[in-house]
């Protein structure tokens, strides 16, 4: 039975600009219709649409049927009885939908009240439970949106979404800006919610991997339009539009093996036993950042430090970047202890050690055109400015830019292009160490890929890349480190950690990973992790991963109390290590 | 929370102090009340306006650091010293705060509460007539001095008593001389509230017009929507809660200078509050009067900012999080 359908749905803001153009679609009663496309296609348009949420200028035309009823041309007050009771939405960006100055608890209790006439208390109960049902514990219904990690703010919005039974549940990009981990768990939440309700549900993305594993029909957008709708497996195996193939194209893939050859370079950058501890004035305490990692990274040699936000990889990065003495432990760049270094000879490694941001938009400053940006650099190390100039046009051309670029702003480039002008600005100098700092996860599919392969082609100096998921920097890394807590949990050659993880950590991050496959990602054997992160501040005796290892719960008592009493130690020496007392499998010598 | 306050308790402590005593050295320094008594005919001899100085604590003769430990002695002790015709300070201070209070409260409140809603109520229109209304009305209002609204009021009372027959509205003084009955307080303090209230109502309606903007679009008031809220109740319970926020803390800090900001009021109306004692004691160099005004505004603004941070981790969570 179809629940909602959509005809001919078109959305104009000014008179010649359609946001969406000529749309139809319908979702039964418990199935999944995943929307994909790139930002810009019209997707979050067309859920807004279909809510009756968008702005006031937008002019609508086609029609929208919730069962036998026309949603559009009806008036805000008949449409509130319908939103959030028959129809409803989860948002993308926890953080923003959440009003800031009320709790969790009564924000959700409201989507009850509004509908029912119920009271206060039993309103409150009725939160409480839907917190249970999304797994966030009924006592945090007391918390601020700003008290809770962003995978419990998403599973608020849900609890939101689900509290008066509605038949359909459009979610909006419910896990992107979460970790891989996460984002797991949300997913499991929502496909619980589906399998409770027996709602229709309209999933969009913009990740064919994370529609694979729930969506029972898919729909690929471009530009406002839709190319091409059908069968998930249909859409995956045998896809007929160029834009859903290119989307398919840009998906990261740990199936297939990695191109990159090790190399054997001499050592370009070396950190030993670093650490980094803030502290902070609320309870007193000290944030653990970084608390004693040890690596090393040759010459032409791509290391990745991956692991999830906040398990201190971007601080890592940024305490070699500074060029001075560490906290604790030692970093030496091509050779030099930077502990010792002097103002002159600072400055020079300044010249061999650059970076790529994460966010090339509030990296680049919005004052200076393109040209003017890569020049700075070379001039305030001494380029005279007409070599500068010429230089200019050879960094422009080397990351695929046209010369027309160069008088160009940053806010009027793509994402794609300002991040390969933020990569044409750490090549300036021909570095001999480059830090990359997430430098595709603000990107769209289709520019991450035309990133990753100017990054891959680009990478011929000492690399160090950091990320937060394993399927990113699988095809570029020689090796993979995976940081956990302030720690270095399992590190080695990528084929290696890839093919047979040794951490429990580094099993269920490589777990996490979506599989753009509809098959393959319903039938693998996940290890989900419960919970999130643990509190950085705190740090319990032994094993810090404990808490949440899949391992550790099936281990015996005698092989607990090793967790449990000392924190395992990475064995030096070997290609491939792990801290785990209890590894998944044998690596280096004496295990 | 109770550390954080104690902490801001301490440091607005510190800097009253300091604002207290910089008032006084200030005045002290520029005030010259000797000019009052030399100006007096028949001239009294020197000796004698020495002598009444010294008594007064206002001698320019003495050195200021001994003027100043005789002054501080004082107000720890509360005592404020004596006014330039040797009357005690403390009373004075205390009576005249009370008419200022009377003046001002009523006004002051009705303004702003009415201002943050009428800019909320402008901003979920913006671009409409009623909008453009408001948003003028505003404008004018906070380009019209306030001595020029209080002289329009009154033209325009004087027109509605005359049609009325009745005397209805008073704008002489507080009461009239003879009557003292509740009634008759109220008929004195219509066109003066009037005054205080549109001019705070100008300034508010435009903040509050300003911060409601930013939210009119937020992503929290569409979650709020999709849960079946109205657009408008929508925006007064999620949009405009989040948005009285940072208002709140500017009620507190602007109500701490609207003590002294009444003065034009005051004077326009015949009320004998603060701000005209002020006015007039500048004038007349009369050091302890202004230094205790001074005083009494550093108190006056310390608290307005101790109990606007109060109201501001009240109404927004993320400032208690963040202390």
Known sequence: MTVLRATDLTVRYARDVAALRGVDLSVEANEVLGIVGESGSGKSTLALALMGLLPEKARVDGSVRLGARELLGRSDAQLSRIRGREMSMVFQDAMSALTPVRTVGDQIAEAVRVHSRVGRAAARARAAELLGLVGVASRRAGAYPHELSGGMRQRVLIAMAIANEPSVLIADEPTASLDVTVQGQVMDVLRAVKEASGAAIVLISHDLGVVAGLADRVMVMRAGRMVESGPVEQIYRAPTAPDTVELLRSIPRLDEPSVRESRDGSVVLEVDGLVKHYRTRRRGGTVRAVDGIAFDVREGETLALVGESGCGKTTALMEIMRLSRPEKGRISVLGEDTARLNAARRRALRQAVQIVFQDSRSSLNPRMRVADILAEPLITHGTPVARARERVSELLESVGLEPGHERRYPHSLSGGERQRVGIARALALEPRLLLLDEPIAALDASSRADVMNLVEERLDMACLFVAHDLATVHRLAHRVAVMHLGRIVEIGPVDDVYGSPAHPYTRALLDAVPIPDPVLARRRDRVVLRGEPPDLMESPAGCRFRSRCPRYAMLTATERSLCEEHDPAMLPGTDRMVACHHPLVGVGTGR | ?323
């Open chain 2, 1 to 323: 929370m109770a550390a954080f306050l104690l902490r801001r308790l301490a440091n607005r402590l510190a800097l009253g102090a300091l604002a207290v005593s910089l008032g006084y050295l200030l005045a002290a320094a520029a005030l010259d009340p000797r000019a009052g008594y030399e100006g007096r005919v028949p001239r009294p001899p020197d000796a004698v306006v020495d002598a009444r100085l010294t008594a007064l604590n206002l001698n320019d003769r003495t050195p200021l650091v001994d003027r100043y430990g005789r002054w501080a002695a004082g107000i720890l002790h509360g005592d404020f010293g004596r006014t330039s015709d040797g009357r005690p300070v403390g009373g004075e201070l205390w009576r005249r705060l009370g008419v200022s209070l009377r003046l001002l409260t009523v006004g002051a409140v009705l303004g702003s509460v009415l201002g943050v809603l009428v800019g909320a109520y402008a901003a979920m229109r913006r671009g409409r007539a009623a909008d453009r209304l408001i948003s003028s009305g505003s404008y004018l209002l906070v380009a019209v001095p306030v001595f020029v609204l209080a002289v329009l009021l009154q033209i325009a009372a004087g027109a509605a008593n005359d049609a009325m027959g009745v005397r209805v509205f008073q704008w002489v003084g507080e009461t009239t001389p003879g009557e003292s009955g509740f009634f008759d307080r109220v008929q004195h303090s219509v066109l003066p509230t009037i005054t205080i209230g549109l001019t705070q109502f100008a300034l508010y309606s435009r903040y509050q017009r300003a911060l409601m903007l930013d939210v009119l679009h937020a992503d929290f008031v569409r979650t709020a929507r999709a849960k079946g809220l109205r657009r408008r109740s929508a925006l007064l319970r999620h949009g405009l809660r989040t948005a009285v926020a940072p208002m709140a803390a500017y009620f507190a800090y602007a109500s701490g200078l609207l003590l002294l900001g009444g003065v034009f009021t005051e004077k326009v109306f015949g009320w004998h509050g603060i701000g005209e004692w002020l006015v007039d004691s500048i004038g007349r160099g009369d050091v302890n009067v202004v230094a205790a005004i001074g005083c009494l505004a550093a108190c006056g603004v310390s608290s307005a900012g101790l109990v606007s941070d109060v109201l501001h981790g009240v109404l927004d969570p993320r400032v208690r999080a963040a202390v």
